[in-house]
């Protein structure tokens, strides 16, 4: 594949902030990605009584990791938080705006804040090397805004991340790249096969930092803070390579013929698919396998350490 190409859109153009944008790189779209923006005088209160992070230390240099969840405590979906100029952005998979908006209006009420797909944006991927020359990301989870163009990084992944309007197209073997280095990194997502199939722990989002248990109340909270303090968390997201073919998300993992696990991703490699999966801390160390397939699971090491 060819390096991307510089084009001059924004070039010249003051960013909300006084810094002069560079020429933004033709990323590679990524369409299994959108974003949501959440914008007015109350959205950093509203969402901070959502979301497990604590929306009070998000800053816009930052990445935060968070999830709303039912009041049962079942993650409804996973996010990516960007501040930005014109508000907070969400950024999860396309197949989970529609049904993400619907639930972050239900409890606005009063609240000054407006939810609304972020249609004018799209998501795309480009290698740090093809950043602009001011465009610093120093870390995982950094974040930078310039005219409207969203530079950030994700915890055990090489490439950027962008958020604008971008010019560039889609590549489906570009995208199918990414979409591996996410599930070798360990970075949970739901999709509407696994809605409310998940307590935060059991995606490991307290281990990346997706969850505050200082912050006030949000939806949720009783039940994951429970798991938390008392220890009872039984079950967590591990990376397994198999031989078989790819599982769609929420594919029951078997232990034998006992039900072990669920699939939470997973993605085509070489010689079989790598795969992210909740699985049972008193089968883990069993004989695993893909309901309907007979290749066994292998654990893989993932850049964080699963209790």
Known sequence: MSAPIFVPAGAGVDSPGGDVAPPVPAAIQLPRLAAIMVSGADARAYLQGQLTADLDTLSSNRVQLACCNSPQGRVQAVFWLLERSDGIALVLPSSMVDGAVVRLRKYVLRAKAKI???????????????????????????????AGVSYFTL????????????????????????????VRAGLPQV??????????????IDLLGGISF??????????IARAHFRGTVKRRMFLFHSTGAVPAPGTRVLAGEQHAGDVVDAVATEDGCDILAVISLAQ???????D???ALLTRVPMPYAVE
Request: proline share 8%; net charge negative.
């Open 155 to 182: 915890p055990g992944v090489d490439d950027a991340m962008v958020l604008g309007s971008l010019s560039g197209g889609a590549d489906a073997a570009r995208e199918h790249q990414w979409h591996l280095s996410q």
């Open 214 to 223: 200082e912050k006030g109340c949000y939806t949720g909270q009783e039940i």
């Open 292 to 294: 309907g397939q007979t």
């Open 116 to 146: 609304e797909p972020a249609k004018q944006l799209q998501l795309g991927v480009l290698p740090r090397s093809a950043l602009p020359a001011d465009v610093t990301l120093p870390d995982a989870g950094s974040h930078r805004e310039i």
């Open 191 to 204: 999709y509407p096969e696994t809605h409310e199939a998940f307590v935060a722990q059991m995606l490991n």
């Open 284 to 290: 883990i160390n069993a004989p695993l396998h893909v």
